[in-house]
């Protein structure tokens, strides 16, 4: 993945994906225009929430980055958010928009499949009560798996045929076929890795195919459940019966997207003090020292929503989730951010500005350090690379969290 991270919001019509997108995108604290070469209508840039370099450091009161913002060494780094609507049962075949979807999802990295826990919409996204979500959850990836599979399927004798001719390896004949869903080499070897075979790819049969195909939607598409409308009475059945299937609690993350959108616009309108994304909000009665300089709350049915709001939403699941999903995709493709900086010992990127740590990059956990420079430098030469402290790192060092994660380029040959 060399370029900027692409995030999928998938899901059926009326789950949420809209609502999500606009929690994740209408950031106040955003500031400046995220470069991305053309923006289609179907994108937006998101606010991912990282712990900043500038905390470490005790600089945060410095910390003016160039895109995203940052508050009290709390990061948001723009990442790139994509809304792949018009997903039905049958997409596959072309029912919904159908193909069109899948090639919009054939960009992203990672997914956020938003599911209706509420119950209260069927797999068509039509009003209905007491619909199982836990349907939803396996119908979206077969919709993914039958469109790979249907592909490979049907050229599989001419695969087989020219794989035979030209004594092609299997990585070399599947990544001619994967190429075009933005997977690589490395993608589809960790994918026959994955699944340990041993068999020569002539000899694969149609079960074999559909393994190969379920682990390489695995490696390519990483899936992140938001199990969305938790402010909805129904939804702890929902909750219970997912959770119980897909144990993997890294990969579920509850929300209320809604509930985040209308946090956020009472914040914007003074009648609540709200961090996106917070553990809970203040209005004017708890705001005993008048901190925060709120309105009071006269309408009834005002009082009453966010009393509610407070009952099924922050007592019981502790936030509304949207920025954890986030976070839980950005865990998905093991994402690190790296703060290249001008100035290794100020962090500064000017003589003449003493903000600090501008830019913050996010590349996958264990890239190497030379790889990090043409992501972020392109053809400009670099001679070396110092670390915190002036030392020298090797462009074969890799990056982590917290090591290699703060770079100085030195430019020249
Ligand atoms: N109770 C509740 N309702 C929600 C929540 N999120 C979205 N909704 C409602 O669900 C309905 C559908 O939301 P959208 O965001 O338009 O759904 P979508 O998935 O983008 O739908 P399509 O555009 O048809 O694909 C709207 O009435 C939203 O207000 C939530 O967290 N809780």
């Known amino acids: 993945m060399a370029r900027d991270p692409l995030i999928g919001l998938v899901g059926k019509p ?4 809209s609502t999500m997108l606009n929690s994740l995108t209408d950031a106040t604290a955003k500031t400046g225009a995220f470069p991305f070469t053309t923006i289609d209508p179907n994108k937006a840039t998101g606010y991912l929430q ?4 500038c905390a470490r450091f005790g600089k945060s009161g410095q910390c003016r980055p160039n895109y995203g913002s940052c508050k009290d060494g709390k990061r948001f780094v723009p990442v790139m958010l994509l809304d792949v609507a018009g997903l039905v049962p049958g997409a596959h075949e072309g029912r919904g928009l159908g193909n069109k979807f899948l090639d919009d999802l054939r960009h992203a990295d990672a997914l956020i499949h938003v599911v209706d826990a509420s119950g209260s919409t069927d797999a068509e996204g039509k009003a209905t009560s007491g619909y199982d979500a836990l349907q939803d959850v396996e119908w979206l990836r077969g919709e993914i798996l039958r469109w790979i599979e249907g592909n490979l399927k049907d050229k599989w004798g001419s695969i ?4 035979t001719s030209t004594k ?20 589809v070897q960790r994918c026959l890795d994955r699944i340990k075979l041993t068999e020569p790819l002539e000899q694969w049969s149609d079960s074999t195919i559909e393994r190969v195909v379920s682990a390489f939607v695995d490696e390519k598409f990483p899936t992140v459940l938001a199990l969305n409308k938790i402010d909805h009475p129904d939804a702890d059945r929902c909750i219970y019966r997912i959770t119980k299937k897909y144990p993997d609690l890294d990969k579920i993350v509850l929300t209320s997207a809604i509930s985040e959108v209308f946090l956020r616009r009472l914040a914007k309108q003074r009648y609540v003090h709200y961090e996106e994304g917070g553990r809970g909000f203040v209005t004017k009665v708890e705001d005993h020292e008048n901190r925060f300089d709120l309105k009071e709350i006269t309408d009834e049915r005002l009082q009453i929503r966010i009393d509610t709001l407070r009952d099924m939403l922050f007592y019981r699941w502790g936030s509304t989730g949207v920025i954890h999903a986030l976070q839980a995709a950005a865990r998905q493709l093991h994402l690190v951010p790296v703060f290249s900086v001008r100035n290794i010992h100020t962090f500064t990127n000017s003589a003449t500005d003493d903000a600090v740590f501008k830019d913050c990059t996010l590349v996958k956990r264990g890239t190497q350090v030379g790889s990090v420079v043409r992501k972020i430098m392109g053809d400009v030469p670099v001679a070396f690379v110092e670390g915190v402290g002036g030392v020298r790192v090797s462009k074969t060092d890799t990056v982590n969290e917290g090591k290699n994660d703060i770079l100085c380029f030195k430019i020249g040959h």
Do not use: M, P
């Open 14 to 17: 009326s789950s949420g994906k």
């Open 50 to 53: 990282i712990d900043c370099a």
């Open 168 to 187: 092609s390896t299997a990585v070399d004949t599947l990544q001619n076929q994967f190429s075009g869903y933005g997977s690589t080499a490395a993608v």
């Open 160 to 163: 087989k045929r020219r794989h």
